[in-house]
C-alpha cells in the first residue's frame, strides 16, 4: 500500500525538502505541498492523505488550529497527523497533541526516522518514544488540559484491554505489547482498537492521554 503524504510549513526550503525525501520513498507518495493551516485542511479535505507533516508555527492558521480541524471533521477521520517542531518538548507540542496529533517529530529529524515515523503513524501506531510520553504526560496532567476521561467507559474494559492500554500508555508498540503477554500482534492490535473505542480515544495517542489521566499508568 502507498502511503499518502501532506506535507505542510511555510519556510518553501524545509517543505521542498521534506516533500522530495517522502516522494523519494517507493511506498510513499506526496499528494500535496501546501505553506499554511488553512489551505493545509483545505488540501486534507481535497486528497484525503493517510499522514499530514504538520509545521506547528505558521503565520495565519497555525499547525495546532489546522490540526483541530482535521481531528474534528468526521470525513477526515483517518487522516493521521504528525506535528514538527523545532523543540519536541515544549507547549506547542502539547498543544498539537491535545487537538488531535498522532505524534511529533523534530525537524533535525535525520531522514530515515523520519520515514519509519510516517510508517508508524499511517499503521495505527503513535509516534511518542517511552520517555516523551511520561514527560509529555505529565505536563498535560499538571496542566490539567487534554480531553476528557469517562471513568464508566474505562470500567467497561475487559481485564486483559486494561492490561493492554496500560502498556500502550507507557509506549509499547503493538509487537511489543504481543510478545509481553504472549499475543499476536493482530490480536494486540485488536484489543488496542476496541479500547479506542470503548473510550473515544480518536487514536492512539490519545488513548495514552486518557489511559493516565484514569490512573491505568503511573507516572
Known sequence: MTIRVLVVDDQELIRAG????????????VVGEVGDGADAV???????????????????????????????????????VIVLTTFEMDEYVLAAL????????GKGVRPAALLDGIRTVAAGESLLSPKATRALITQLLDAQVGPVVDAQ????LTPREREVVELV???LSNEEIAARLYLSPLTAKTHVNRSMVKVGARDRA??????YQAGLAAR
Open 169 to 171: 500508555a507507557h509506549g
Open 18 to 29: 521534506f516533500a522530495a525525501l517522502v516522494g523519494a520513498a517507493d511506498d510513499m507518495e
Open 98 to 105: 491535545r487537538a488531535g496529533a498522532s505524534g511529533f517529530l
Open 42 to 80: 483545505d488540501a486534507a479535505r481535497r486528497t484525503l492523505p493517510d499522514v499530514v507533516l504538520m509545521d506547528i508555527r505558521m503565520p495565519g492558521v497555525d499547525g495546532i488550529a489546522a490540526t483541530e480541524q482535521i481531528a474534528a471533521d468526521p470525513e477526515l477521520a483517518d487522516v493521521k
Open 153 to 156: 467507559a474505562f470500567a467497561a
Open 206 to 211: 490519545q488513548l495514552v492521554v486518557l489511559a
